[in-house]
């Protein structure tokens, strides 16, 4: 994401215009929305190179594309995340379409989504499905680093499996994707939470517990205390950590299917070498959860350090009107890994192989079939455009990052030759045979 953030939005006419010193008017100059970030062309490679790892643990996992849209109807995630949830009361960007007064929201997140795509296309009606999906979130938050308002996500779910081994599979491939990364100081917390009736149980004991500390409760807790008892466990505010620490434990309380799931699933953990901690607390900011829920977390990006997060939502597609459909899934932060992959050193290009330099009429000609011929071969080649000296077209040859220059003038036509100049290692130039340019051009490939 670019690293200018904005300090805030301007709200800007949508004809704005002001005047210039000369009396002239001039346009005012449009910003990006706050909390939403360009991705510049030299940023874009680890984000590339992030997506790609991904795509490719995705496939070894037999996991498959679904793109669902960007604006689904409100209602959907209102009752899939839930009306008590910090991204339905406060996060979501909501409007009414202007056409025809329907209510849309932009997609905070894209397991609803995902599920509602299932239903609608009987996705689950012969098997169970493996799928992915990755792309821009939407939540109304105040942006810092590693929180902003448009966010992108990789998305995995797997539908219409009960589990434990789907749960184990998708944190095996997160540990798998941080490996292919090469992202150190990465950890796993995992949880239960129960079945429904666990959960109605512990609800009861919760509030119980809460009440009688009824005065370190700040306004949120308080008026989640009976909507939503579960999230008080997630609080930050200082007073009530000692009521936190000292409240029932649902992972204590929960029944025996839920307990032999969550067996299962520590038991394929342990088989797979993955070091987990069992966080009582982990309860997530989402309500579509029960059973298995899990965090992979860093104590590199400060408060933001979560990068993945997941779990089970067998209730989800019911509640959706569908069938009832078992299903676990997890999202990642791809700023948060990019923002990670940078701390710590990480770098990714996207140089091309060559830069072509021309100058003439009959170079330019050559230039361009020597540069279709090098991607022929599969090669990324720029020719150069907008004329200029030979010598401004080398500073743009260096500044690229190509590996080498083509250089192409009245003598190279003639001779039917090209002059190839190693840009990153110290080798002489030399008058390559078209023919052989582009193994010799590739013998420089980084
Ligand atoms: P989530 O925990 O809300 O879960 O988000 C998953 C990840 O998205 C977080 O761990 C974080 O890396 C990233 N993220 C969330 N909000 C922001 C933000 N404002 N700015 C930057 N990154 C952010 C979900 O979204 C669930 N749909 C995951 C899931 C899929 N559960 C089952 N299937």
């Given at each position: 994401m670019s690293t200018t953030e904005k300090p805030g939005s301007q709200v800007i006419s949508p004809r704005g215009s002001d005047t210039a010193a000369g009396g002239a008017p001039r346009a005012t100059r449009l910003q990006a929305v706050r909390g939403m970030n360009d991705v510049l062309p030299d940023e874009a490679p680890l984000w590339q190179r992030v997506e790609d790892a991904a795509r490719t643990v995705f496939a070894q996992y037999g996991y498959r594309n679904l793109r669902v849209p960007v604006?689904?109807?409100?209602a959907l995630f209102v009752r899939g995340i839930g009306d008590a949830t910090d991204i339905v009361e406060k996060e979501m960007y909501t409007f009414a379409d202007?056409?025809?007064g329907d209510s849309l929201t932009l997609r905070p997140e894209a397991t609803a989504g995902i599920v509602r795509a299932a239903i609608e296309h009987s996705l689950t009606y012969e098997r169970p499905q493996r799928v992915w999906t990755m792309g821009p979130m939407f939540r109304h938050e105040r942006p810092q680093k590693g929180r902003y308002r448009q966010f992108h996500q990789l998305d995995a779910e797997a539908l219409g499996f009960e589990g434990p081994d789907v749960d184990a599979e998708q944190i095996m491939m997160l540990a798998r994707l941080w490996k292919a990364l090469g992202l150190a100081d990465v950890s796993l917390k995992i949880n239960s939470i129960g079945d429904a009736d666990d959960r109605l149980r512990h609800r009861a004991l919760l509030i119980e517990h809460f009440e009688r500390h009824r005065?370190?409760?700040?306004a949120d807790a308080e008026r989640r205390?009976?909507?939503?008892?579960?999230?008080?466990?997630?609080?930050?505010?200082p007073p009530m950590q000692e009521a936190i620490r000292l409240a029932p434990r649902l992972i204590d309380r929960i029944g025996a299917p839920a307990r032999a799931h969550f067996e299962g699933l520590t038991a394929a953990l342990d088989a797979a070498g993955i070091a987990y901690e069992v966080d009582a607390?982990?309860?997530?900011?989402?309500?579509?959860?029960?059973?298995t829920v899990f965090e992979w977390v860093t104590?590199?990006?400060?408060?933001?350090?979560?990068i993945a997060g997941g779990g089970r939502y067998d209730g989800l597609a019911a509640l959706l009107g569908g069938k009832p459909m078992p299903a676990c899934g997890y999202a990642c932060g791809i700023e948060r890994l990019v923002l990670l992959l940078r701390e710590q050193g990480g770098t990714a290009h996207d140089a091309p192989l060559a830069y072509v330099a021309h100058a003439g009429d009959a170079a330019a000609r050559m230039a361009l079939a020597v540069a279709e011929s090098l991607r022929d071969r599969g090669h990324a080649v720029v020719v150069h455009a907008g004329g200029g000296s030979l010598k401004s077209q080398m500073k743009r040859a260096d500044a690229s990052g190509a590996a080498v220059a083509l250089i192409i003038g009245d003598d190279e036509v003639a001779a039917g030759t090209v002059t190839l100049k190693p840009l990153r290692v110290a080798a002489p130039q030399s008058a390559v045979a078209v023919a052989d340019v582009a193994a010799r051009a590739a013998s420089y490939a980084a």
């Amino acid at each position: 994401m670019s690293t200018t953030e904005k300090p805030g939005s301007q709200v800007i006419s949508p004809r704005g215009s002001d005047t210039a010193a000369g009396g002239a008017p001039r346009a005012t100059r449009l910003q990006a929305v706050r909390g939403m970030n360009d991705v510049l062309p030299d940023e874009a490679p680890l984000w590339q190179r992030v997506e790609d790892a991904a795509r490719t643990v995705f496939a070894q996992y037999g996991y498959r594309n679904l793109r669902v849209p960007v604006v689904e109807a409100t209602a959907l995630f209102v009752r899939g995340i839930g009306d008590a949830t910090d991204i339905v009361e406060k996060e979501m960007y909501t409007f009414a379409d202007r056409l025809n007064g329907d209510s849309l929201t932009l997609r905070p997140e894209a397991t609803a989504g995902i599920v509602r795509a299932a239903i609608e296309h009987s996705l689950t009606y012969e098997r169970p499905q493996r799928v992915w999906t990755m792309g821009p979130m939407f939540r109304h938050e105040r942006p810092q680093k590693g929180r902003y308002r448009q966010f992108h996500q990789l998305d995995a779910e797997a539908l219409g499996f009960e589990g434990p081994d789907v749960d184990a599979e998708q944190i095996m491939m997160l540990a798998r994707l941080w490996k292919a990364l090469g992202l150190a100081d990465v950890s796993l917390k995992i949880n239960s939470i129960g079945d429904a009736d666990d959960r109605l149980r512990h609800r009861a004991l919760l509030i119980e517990h809460f009440e009688r500390h009824r005065d370190v409760l700040d306004a949120d807790a308080e008026r989640r205390l009976h909507a939503n008892p579960l999230r008080l466990l997630d609080s930050k505010h200082p007073p009530m950590q000692e009521a936190i620490r000292l409240a029932p434990r649902l992972i204590d309380r929960i029944g025996a299917p839920a307990r032999a799931h969550f067996e299962g699933l520590t038991a394929a953990l342990d088989a797979a070498g993955i070091a987990y901690e069992v966080d009582a607390r982990l309860v997530r900011g989402l309500d579509y959860y029960n059973r298995t829920v899990f965090e992979w977390v860093t104590g590199a990006l400060g408060a933001q350090g979560a990068i993945a997060g997941g779990g089970r939502y067998d209730g989800l597609a019911a509640l959706l009107g569908g069938k009832p459909m078992p299903a676990c899934g997890y999202a990642c932060g791809i700023e948060r890994l990019v923002l990670l992959l940078r701390e710590q050193g990480g770098t990714a290009h996207d140089a091309p192989l060559a830069y072509v330099a021309h100058a003439g009429d009959a170079a330019a000609r050559m230039a361009l079939a020597v540069a279709e011929s090098l991607r022929d071969r599969g090669h990324a080649v720029v020719v150069h455009a907008g004329g200029g000296s030979l010598k401004s077209q080398m500073k743009r040859a260096d500044a690229s990052g190509a590996a080498v220059a083509l250089i192409i003038g009245d003598d190279e036509v003639a001779a039917g030759t090209v002059t190839l100049k190693p840009l990153r290692v110290a080798a002489p130039q030399s008058a390559v045979a078209v023919a052989d340019v582009a193994a010799r051009a590739a013998s420089y490939a980084a």
